[in-house]
């Protein structure tokens, strides 16, 4: 009885305090460079999401490529850009690159670019290119890179922060892997920590871990990537929606409800559900929860967090 008494009153405290800002990503991974994105969008926004993170490609073939290319077309981008503001989303712009010959120990954590400063010299020149298109479309957030690991070490990235700064006037962050973050040197020359969440289940403590070490650098946590494949195998390996293992929608679900309270636990201040491109439905396992109980679940934490007012930084957190 004691104990039932206590869970009450802790939801209750839980209900008044503030929550996460929403957020649903979506990947622009369309085939054709000229997809209209304003479906997908109108989605995110009916499952009650106040912001989305739209995430553009960059391409490379491999991991040892001497540059990225883009490969959304320009018009592309300003529209989806356009119909998210007009949907009433609050948008944050991240780029990733997207190594088509990739696999294990072949992925953009390990780019290994033969002439470093070429590849740099082009990767410069796209984020100032989508800093312009950022600050043109009134976006909220720039997201710097993402998973990068194996460069987070070169001295490109200060400079980079540095150019960008006066041409864009938002937010800016970069995108560590759940296993980097804490390697991560020029956090201090951004305004947030900003972590892609696939810790392997349960996450409530590496969340509040991640939490605690933003605090401490003084910057909100944001969680860029938040989300579970419709596999069996998503506990442990929840970054891999490829692993061959039987399809379970239930456990996507169960997993992303546990997600998402553990991040609004743990005083995340933006949480982005990755990710809602995707066909969706019964036969996709793939991460979007497009036609899947995790949608469901979704919308259902989104609409509690937005009755509790979004959290700033430094506010309260259980």
């Not at 106040?50 to 073939?61: G, H, K």
């Not at 780019?111 to 976006?139: M, T």
């Not at 349960?202 to 605090?215: C, G, S």
């Not at 579970?228 to 390996?237: G, Q, T």
Request: charge should be neutral; proline fraction near 9%; aromatic fraction near 8%.
């Amino acid at each position: 009885m004691r104990a039932a008494l206590w869970g009450l009153l802790a939801l209750g405290c839980a209900a008044e305090l503030p929550a996460p800002v929403p957020g649903v990503a979506l990947g622009l991974f369309a085939s054709d460079p000229g997809f209209d994105y304003a479906t997908l969008i109108d989605e995110i926004a009916r499952y009650r999401a106040s912001a989305v993170l739209v995430v553009v490609p960059l391409a490379q073939d491999d991991v040892t490529d001497a540059a990225p290319r883009p490969v959304v077309a320009p018009a592309a981008l300003a529209r989806a850009l356009a119909h998210a503001r007009r949907a009433g989303l609050a948008v944050t712009l991240m780029p990733i690159i997207d190594v088509a010959r990739r696999g294990p120990g072949r992925w953009r954590g390990v780019l290994a670019p033969p002439e470093p400063g070429r590849w740099w010299a082009a990767y410069r020149a796209e984020l100032l290119a989508l800093a312009d298109v950022a600050r043109a479309a009134g976006v909220h957030r720039l997201v710097i890179g993402s998973e990068l690991a194996s460069l987070e070490g070169d001295a490109a990235w200060r400079p980079l922060i540095a150019a960008i700064r006066p041409r864009f006037p938002g937010r800016l962050t970069y995108s560590a892997n759940w296993d980097r973050y804490a390697e991560v040197p020029f956090w201090d020359a951004l305004d947030e920590v900003a972590v892609s969440a696939w810790f392997p289940a349960p996450v409530d403590a590496p969340l509040a871990a991640a939490h605690r070490f933003a605090a401490e650098r003084g910057r909100p946590l944001v969680l860029t990537e938040l989300g579970y494949p419709a596999l069996a195998s998503a506990a442990e390996a929840p970054w891999d929606q490829h692993t061959g293992a039987a399809p379970d929608a239930r456990l996507q679900a169960r997993l992303l409800a546990e997600g998402l309270a553990a991040a609004d636990a743990a005083g995340a201040t933006e949480v982005f559900v990755w990710n809602w491109f995707g066909p969706g439905g019964s036969g996709d396992v793939g991460f979007s929860p497009r036609g899947k109980p995790a949608a469901g679940i979704m919308a259902r934490a989104f609409a509690g967090w937005a009755r509790r007012g979004p959290r700033q930084a430094g506010s309260p957190s259980l």
